[in-house]
């Protein structure tokens, strides 16, 4: 495959050479780009106005800043590139100046009549074989200025000097291909003037329309591994959720509840019900659906298990618990820090019931993108 001659398609992986260094990777031969971590450029950075192609690249694998790619929505979120105690605009490439002019731009009631274009690539692990994930727009048709690119606080080292990074969102147009022949006409800095531009892009660019790539899930039922995680540090993170509360299942009905409210943020109010007139629901509550005076509140039961992650499971007879509770127009919501068994799991699909499943990897993702690191997550569950 000649790199500089193919085009890019949405999930293909592209790969270098196999020398076992910086050679092997792919995006200067690809873009013209450089190899570096982050955002690699074409054009002077950091301004809006100078850039002409940002690649924005990740590799998945930071415990600390977990960038993650929610493939149903089309929805990127990405962490900053200040990973050290310094200013938030201190980096030595300027990710993070160049994260503050993106967003600038994006809720500038200015029409600008040039954009950046940003390609979103994520490292296989493979040697330095990339793959190509989308066209990416800063920004989402729900967020505001003040919630698609935030300042969070971290802390670092043993005397915990705190310091700013960013969390942003991007969309991820509906773009199957970028044509080389766009590409081309990119590097010569007419990406908005080019015939070969896609037409999402350019919506965007004119009046900030967003067309996300929706890719719903083919398959219903997650197996066992799906719902539990893989990686050392997320089976720690698991641990320590289920050691925390193994003695205790009370309590960890209160922290089923808190985590639920971070799996679904529109929770409304939530009260646990007493252990001696527990009907097969350990809490009860409200989740509101729409926005202003216009929104409404669906009723939900909750039921969470404390269970050993490498254990059995929930089945059928725990699911059914839940199942028989449910009152008219009210769905269910089961958090365990393991997994759905594969049977109970197919009757929930193919009987349609309304339940969501919280399973142990739905709760190590869901601590890592809103509360943060492994130490962080532990201070967390000591003050509930």
Known sequence: MNLAETDLIVDHVYGGSRNGNASDDPLPRLLGVDSGAGFRHLGKRPGIDTLKLLALVTNFNDPDWPDYLDTESGLFTYYGDNKEARGIHDTPRQGNQILRNLFDARHSPISFEHFPVVLLFGGTGDYRDMRFMGLAVPGAQNLGSDDDLVAIWRSKGPNNFRFQNYKSIFTILDVPVITRKWLDDIKAGKAVSSRHAPKPWLD????????????????????????????????????????????????????????????????????????????????????????????????????????????????????????????????????????????????????QHPVVIISGIDIVTTLKNRVGSFDQIKKWLASL
């Not at 591994?225 to 990686?231: M, T």
């Not at 960890?252 to 007139?277: K, N, Q, Y």
Request: glycine share 8%; proline share 5%; charged share 30%.
């Open 204 to 351: 965007w660019v004119s009046g900030r329309k967003y067309s996300p790539l929706y890719a719903p899930h083919t398959i219903d039922i997650r197996t066992k591994e799906q719902q539990l995680p893989r990686s050392e540090e997320d089976c720690r993170i698991l641990s320590l959720v289920h050691e925390t509360y193994r003695e205790n299942p009370i309590a960890f009905e209160a922290a089923a509840v808190e985590i639920s409210r971070l799996f679904m943020p529109d929770i409304g109010h939530c009260e646990i019900t007493r252990p001696w007139r527990d009907g097969g629901r350990d809490a009860v509550g409200a989740y509101r659906v729409g926005k202003g005076r216009s929104a409404i509140e669906v009723e939900f039961a909750l039921e969470a298990k404390c269970y050993a992650p490498n254990g059995k499971g929930v089945g059928v007879r725990e699911l059914s618990r839940l199942l028989s509770r449910l009152r008219h127009r009210q769905f269910g919501v089961l958090v365990t820090t393991s997994y759905l068994g594969a049977q109970a799991y197919k009757e929930l699909k193919e009987d």
